[in-house]
């Protein structure tokens, strides 16, 4: 049996591979793509149907992060021209909240940039939760601002959040390399954190940013281990500005490698495509939506992505449909295997850090990275070798929706 049917084997049983087995997806040719992508979307029809979850950024805050994560354009000195502004008030986050929703997202995810929040941060968070669930009792919630100190997590429980965003990024050999500032520890305390307080934990990583197979290996199954129960997957987009300026390294067909890396590697687990999605896979797309169950509508945090309306379109033409308000993301039995987890955390399991530190809030959590600037820059050679020139209509500083006068692109 070769490695496609061993992997196809494997992830109908909700089995996960070897780390020789993953490394190897990475490894195979581009005249294999099709054959991986097939292979992929056995596994993830298994598990996940034909559906197709929707998630909605709303940036909080954005800019002015204190935080050195290199990939990022909200990061401490950086000189990307993003939207800047201080916390939205509860009713623009809710209006900014109900484009997405009217879109057909089912989940909306608050972002907010900085090291970590204050308590005076969750009492916002919890007044802006509460006006979004009293126009839309139903919509889930997943909130982000980084690290969390002990007893945050519960708060926000409390007050409705129903998922904790905080990405582990990259692995721990070279989580260094991007972030000086705070540690791969720091992280993953937070996502123990949030887990230990009955959140769902959605933890995911960033692509293309100068790392080996092993290391994006590493990182998921570290997000296996942890008990992520969405994993989004970012394409990083390097900009003018930030020490990752150079780091355009990234074809369609690697990041649908890598895409079917994290479903054999996570079976039964939300995989969203997220930030970084419209610019590296471009016309592509449609192919990572037999891998992944699960994707951001229009724009991201600092970003534009495509228009709302072309991403519901993509889903129909390639034959998906939008997942419903009413139908349970994960299979059952996964939902009870991370239900079980929780409350083992909560019991005292996975232990906690007196006091967090690190970013994560606005730095493209819950998959938004931030575009480069309107002016593009000059292509380098792709991993394959080849020319690989950027989309610069496709590359945007995000100019509408939260925190601007413009309608939001959903």
């Known amino acids: 049996m070769d490695l496609l049917d061993t992997l196809t084997a494997k992830g109908l049983r909700g089995e996960v591979p070897t780390r020789e087995e993953a490394l190897a997806v990475l490894a ?30 709303v940036n909080l805050k954005s800019g002015l992060c204190p935080e050195d994560c290199s990939y990022c354009s909200q990061r401490l000195g950086s000189k990307a021209e993003i939207l800047k502004y201080t916390w939205l008030k509860p009713d623009q986050a809710a209006d900014a909240a109900r484009a997405g ?37 139903a919509v889930e919630i997943c909130v982000c601002l980084g690290l969390l100190s002990d007893n945050q997590a519960e708060r ?10 905080h990405n582990l990024n990259t692995s721990e050999n070279t989580y260094g390399t991007i972030t000086k500032t705070h540690t791969y520890a720091d992280r993953v305390d937070t996502v123990r954190k949030a887990h230990g307080a009955g959140l769902s934990a959605c933890s995911g990583l960033i692509a293309g940013m100068g790392e080996s197979d092993e290391d994006l290996v590493d990182v998921v199954f570290a997000l296996r281990e942890l008990g992520s129960d969405s994993v989004p997957v970012n394409f990083l987009i390097p ?8 780091e355009w390294n990234l074809t369609p067909q690697r990041c649908l490698r890598i895409l079917a890396m994290v479903r054999f590697v996570n079976p039964d687990t939300e995989v969203r495509i997220a930030g970084g999605r419209e610019v590296h896979l ?9 891998i992944a169950n699960s994707i ?27 997942e419903g308000a009413g139908e349970a993301t994960l299979p059952r039995h996964r939902a009870d295997v991370a239900e079980a987890a929780r409350a083992a955390h909560a019991g005292g399991s996975c232990g906690t850090a007196a006091s967090a530190c690190g970013s994560g809030g606005g730095c493209g959590p819950c998959g938004g990275h931030a575009h480069a600037p309107e002016a593009a820059p ?33």
């Not at 900009?239 to 150079?246: N, R, S, V």
């Not at 797309?285 to 037999?290: D, F, K, S, T, V």
């Not at 600092?302 to 993509?314: K, N, P, V, Y």
């Not at 792709?382 to 692109?409: F, I, M, S």
């Open 239 to 246: 900009f003018e500005g930030t020490p990752l300026a150079k």
């Open 282 to 290: 471009r016309s592509m797309q449609p192919l990572g939506l037999h």
């Open 101 to 137: 929703v009217a879109g057909g997202a089912k989940r909306v995810c608050l972002v907010a940039s900085g090291r970590g929040p204050t308590d005076r941060d969750i009492d916002r968070v919890t007044d802006t939760m509460a006006a979004i669930k009293e126009a839309d009792p």
């Open 28 to 57: 195979t040719t581009d005249d294999e793509l099709l054959d991986v992508v097939a292979a992929a979307g056995k596994v993830r029809r298994r598990w996940f149907g034909r559906r197709v979850k929707l998630n909605y950024l």
């Open 156 to 165: 926000l429980k409390a007050a409705g959040a129903d998922a904790y965003n």
């Open 378 to 410: 000059e292509a380098v050679p792709a991993q394959n070798g080849a020319e690989d020139e950027l989309r610069g209509d496709l590359v945007k500083v995000r100019r509408r929706g939260a925190g601007t006068e413009l309608a939001p692109n959903a």
């Open 296 to 322: 951001f509508l229009g724009d991201y945090l600092t970003s534009e992505g495509q228009a709302g309306q072309a991403d519901l379109d993509m889903i129909k033409d390639a034959g998906f449909e939008v």
